[in-house]
């Protein structure tokens, strides 16, 4: 197939020209060249979706689909889309389940309520705290000009793997490895919901293959793995002497510790979200989704890491991780609280 990647220099849309030149399939990018280098064995076109002058390069070339790994404003995918509807006769895009407005109920399936997107909105890429508003403006560029059945638009949960440019795991990873005593947040047995973002790949281009469209939750089809189990893995997989410290989440957000930025993907177990980790992926497990040990995420990403990868965050997006300095006081002050029940 002769297909479009838009971007297709980092993380998910690196993964899916790597993917799909292997699957023999012609592919060309269409980025502004700020990201990543471009994978070699591409056709490498510059362009900036954020204006009508910007797709004009795209004029004049046909595609079979186009694959949108990354849009993150309604008016650029909107543009994207309407420029190549009478050129290209599939759309995929990438969104994610952050597009739901509730986290109260496990088994969330792709008929849940989402938040109001616009599909002719414009914005900042850089601006987070829409993103969620943003993807579902995306979502409804694609549908709104490619319909339900030559529009395919995978919700992923939260994707690791090699490449990663989000920086959950290898903060991880990376923290296990300095060895010491690590905290690690609530419940072992705390159930998590991850994505290799291999898998979200092939499944992409599976439904590219075979022009399916439609709305799914690309996620596994319930937990995939543990807290305790990611924190086990990653001391596996470094070889490190790490300690980890199984705290109380009361305590830990009585401390300041911030879910999710600090402690990267720990989400507190409140009834608030009770569902976060429990989204349904029965729709794409229907359509061939295939999802490999988690334990071989985080093995695979340490080698890549080891071997020179570097977590590249988008401009304006804060790091993540808690500072040692406040998680040896965090530990000290756990210390003293196991010490005051004894």
């Not at 899916?16 to 269409?30: C, K």
């Not at 008929?111 to 914005?123: H, K």
């Not at 010491?180 to 290799?196: F, Y």
């Not at 999710?260 to 409140?270: G, K, Q, R, S």
Request: charge should be negative; proline fraction near 6%.
């Amino acid at each position: 197939m002769r297909l479009l990647v838009i971007g297709g220099t980092s993380f998910v849309g690196r993964t899916i020209v790597g993917d799909a030149l292997g699957r023999g399939h012609e592919i060309t990018t269409f980025n502004r060249g700020l990201t990543g280098k471009d994978i070699d064995g591409v056709e490498a076109l510059r362009g900036d979706r954020s204006t009508d002058e910007g797709v004009q390069l795209l004029a004049g070339r046909s595609f079979d689909a186009v694959i949108d790994p990354g849009g993150q404003v309604p008016a650029h995918v909107l543009r994207t889309a309407q420029a190549m509807a009478d050129s290209a006769p599939f759309y995929a895009f990438v969104s994610t389940t952050a597009v739901y407005q509730a986290w109260n109920t496990a088994s969330l399936d792709e008929s849940a309520a989402t938040w109001p997107g616009v599909p002719d909105q414009d914005g900042d890429p850089a601006d987070l705290e829409k993103l969620r508003v943003h993807k579902r403006g995306c979502e409804l560029a694609v549908e709104q000009t490619y319909g339900p059945d030559a529009g395919l638009v995978a919700r992923a949960g939260s994707i690791v793997g090699p490449h990663d440019n989000l920086g959950q795991l290898p903060w991880w990873l990376t923290r296990i490895a300095e060895g010491g005593r690590v905290i690690a947040p609530g419940d072992p047995g705390r159930g998590l919901q991850l994505i290799d973002v291999r898998d979200l790949s092939a499944f992409v281009l599976d439904q590219v293959e075979a022009q399916a469209g439609g709305i799914h939750n690309v996620v596994p089809d319930g937990p995939n793995t543990t807290m305790g189990r990611l924190v086990g893995d990653c001391v596996q997989a470094t070889g490190s002497d790490a300690d980890p410290v199984w705290v109380d989440e009361g305590f830990l957000l009585s401390q300041g510790v911030l879910p999710w930025a600090e402690l990267p993907l720990w989400i507190p177990d409140v009834p608030d979200t009770a569902g976060f980790w429990a989204v349904s992926g029965a729709s794409a497990k229907a359509a061939g989704l295939r999802t490999r040990p988690f334990g071989d995420s985080v093995r695979d990403t340490w080698q890549w890491l080891r071997s020179g990868g570097e977590v590249r965050t988008a401009p304006g997006v804060p790091p993540l991780g808690l500072a040692g300095e406040k998680e040896q006081q965090v530990l000290a002050a756990w210390d003293a609280r196991l010490s005051e029940g004894s």
